[in-house]
Nanobody, 127 residues
Framework: QLQLVESGGGVVHPGGSLRLSCAVSGDTLDPYAIGWFRQPPGKEYEGISCMSSSDGSIYTKESMEGRFAISSGNAKNTVYLQMNNLKLEDTATYYC????????????????????WGKGTLVTVSS
C-alpha cells in the first residue's frame, strides 16, 4: 500500500506561483509512474506531468509545458509540482497519484488507470 499526501495549495492571484508537494510513504514497488493531476470544478480529471521512478523521465502535457514542472526530492519520497504564471482556469483540486509499472506518458494520459491517489489540495486562482 502507498500513502500519498499533497500539500501547498491555497489562494493565489493570477500570474502568481505555487509549489505543491506530494509526500509518498509505504512500499513503492518500483518501478512506477508518479504524476500530478487536477480536477477543475465540474470538469474531468486531467494529467499535468508525470515522472518515472526508474529513470526519472518526465512527460508533461503540452498545454502545461512552460508553466508547470514536476520534480522529485533527493530521497524520492517527495514529488513537487512547480506552477508559475497561474491563470484563473488553473483553479482546481490537484492530486498526486501512482501507477505501479506505469510509464509517464501512459499515466498522464489515463488518470483512471492510476493505482493510488492522494486526497488532493485545492488551488484557487482569484483576482
Amino acid at each position: 500500500q502507498l500513502q500519498l499526501v499533497e500539500s501547498g495549495g491555497g489562494v493565489v492571484h493570477p500570474g502568481g506561483s505555487l509549489r505543491l508537494s506530494c509526500a509518498v510513504s509505504g512500499d513503492t514497488l518500483d518501478p512506477y509512474a508518479i504524476g500530478w493531476f487536477r480536477q477543475p470544478p465540474g470538469k474531468e480529471y486531467e494529467g499535468i506531468s508525470c515522472m518515472s521512478s526508474s529513470d526519472g523521465s518526465i512527460y508533461t502535457k503540452e498545454s502545461m509545458e512552460g508553466r508547470f514542472a514536476i520534480s522529485s526530492g533527493n530521497a524520492k519520497n517527495t514529488v513537487y509540482l512547480q506552477m508559475n504564471n497561474l491563470k484563473l482556469e488553473d483553479t482546481a483540486t490537484y492530486y498526486c497519484a501512482v501507477r505501479i509499472k506505469g510509464t509517464p506518458v501512459g499515466a498522464c494520459h489515463s488518470p483512471f488507470g492510476m493505482d493510488f491517489w492522494g486526497k488532493g489540495t485545492l488551488v484557487t486562482v482569484s483576482s
